[in-house]
């Protein structure tokens, strides 16, 4: 079997630990699929633009390995993994995802979408209508998933952090506060949360890419985003080696928030 990409996903995600743990989650952030020319996609194309969801298949292009058992982000009460074919993982034996996107819009051979958990430069194998009446199933069991306890939480942000959260959404079109909310709207302090940071009972740090995010859960499921720091220490900064590309914006957020 030989599968052949139709097109490639574009979006501002690079890194693994940025996508949500289910495309839903991941609201107002759209991206685009780019369909490859001269196959004849323009006319593939016709009447999807009435669909409100599409299915999107794609090749999980970052794995290079499968296992057999995994731990999902919210494990069963009673034990830890489950089987892979009881999973949404990634790392399957054939890489192969599936994920309900919105569709925004179609311009000719590039579709924008929204609420993709793909990462940027995932190729894309196949395109299907969402279609209600065959495809949703709201009253079937869901195995171990329906004895999942507890909900999403709360999560709201100081106005140190929206200050800042603004100041960087101008100055470098990322949103820590959509970031927060994808990766800790459920237990942030779960096992699997690997860019969680545990400072005591009820705050942390979460790590966003060379920012370092800090919360304080105030009361069950519920958590406040304090403030946002520089993870570049005034030496890193003197070092004209700029690895990310992103130093010259760290040392004006400095000069307005100095780390603590």
Known sequence: MIAEPIGIYKTGLNYKYELPRQGFLHTENPGRIELFSGRGFEQALRDLEGFERIWVVFHFH???HWRPTVRPPVPPADHERVGVFASRSPYRPNPIGLSCVKLLNVSGLTLWIDEADMLNETPVL????????????????????????????????????????????NAQHLSPAHFAGVQLRENPFD?????????????????????????????????????????Y????????????????????FQTIWPRK
């Open 62 to 64: 970052e794995n290079a």
């Open 126 to 169: 196949d395109i299907k209508p969402y279609i209600p009446k065959a495809d949703a199933f709201p009253q079937a069991k869901a195995g171990w998933v329906d004895a999942q306890t507890g909900g999403a939480w709360n999560i709201t942000l100081s106005e140190t952090f929206r200050m800042q959260n603004e100041w960087i959404e």
């Open 191 to 231: 096992g699997k949360q690997k860019r969680v940071r545990r400072l005591s009972e009820t705050q942390g740090i979460l790590a966003y890419r060379t920012f370092r995010l800090h919360f304080s859960i105030l009361q069950p499921a519920e958590i406040i985003l304090e403030y946002i720091q520089s993870a």
């Open 233 to 252: 220490t005034p030496e890193d900064l003197e070092n004209p080696e700029d690895l990310y590309g992103d130093k010259e914006t760290h040392r004006k």
